[in-house]
T-cell receptor
């Protein structure tokens, strides 16, 4: 399976600021995904990021709040914009392998907004 | 629409006892089913998956799960719990597409 890294691993931010989270994969993948895991909750898909096209956002998530870049087949970024305490969550990226059958996850970025 | 229900947000077992974590799904088409484990301060690790092959699926760390279509279940089991199994476990379903639906998770506590 792919080896996935995320930066930063954790951060504490002030409300109103923005944070960009990086996701790096050690092999080329077509599709990358960004999830949010709010405290004590399950995972919710934010968006799907394909290289060379605009990200596809799930209901309840908008590009202005969570802009995503996918400049190549091994890298993606998620920005959490104009943060509020409600954005305090774990943000995870994942990649699809095995032809859509399985997703593998990065270690996550733990964000606390004060 | 697909959905996943994990019964029991918290499960406690004694070390050496059977681990049983329950997952029921609903899906209009044959599903793909997954169990992931999340250790404290870590991401999700794939334990095992069902993709319409054998109904009894063996995973890592001694875990296995059985797909029962008649019961729409995919319960996770391990014959003997170890202290290192303490973690949160998530069941997920997809239709072979990229969209996963995750359950709400079950936190497993292993008692010495």
């Amino acid at each position: 399976s792919a080896v996935i890294s995320q930066k930063p691993s954790r951060d504490i931010c002030q409300r109103g600021t923005s944070l960009t989270i990086q996701c790096q994969v050690d092999s080329q993948v077509t599709m990358m995904f960004w999830y949010r895991q709010q405290p004590g909750q399950s995972l919710t898909l934010i968006a799907t990021a394909n290289q060379g096209s605009e990200a596809t956002y799930e209901s309840g998530f908008v590009i202005d709040k969570f802009p995503i870049s996918r400049p190549n087949l091994t890298f993606s970024t998620l920005t959490v914009s104009n943060m509020s305490p409600e954005d305090s969550s774990i943000y995870l990226c994942s990649v699809d392998q095995e032809g859509g059958e399985t997703q593998y996850f990065g270690p996550g970025t733990r964000l606390l907004v004060l | 629409a697909q959905s996943v229900t994990q019964l029991g947000s918290h499960v406690s077992v004694s070390e050496g006892a059977l681990v049983l974590l329950r997952c029921n799904y609903s899906s209009s088409v044959p599903p793909y089913l997954f169990w992931y484990v999340q250790y404290p301060n870590q991401g999700l690790q794939l334990l095992l998956k069902y993709t319409s092959a054998a109904t009894l699926v063996k995973g890592i760390n001694g875990f296995e799960a059985e797909f029962k279509k008649s019961e729409t279940s995919f319960h996770l089991t391990k014959p003997s719990a170890h202290m290192s199994d303490a973690a949160e476990y998530f069941c997920a379903v997809s239709r072979g597409t990229y969209k996963y639906i995750f359950g709400t998770g079950t936190r497993l506590k292993v008692l010495a």
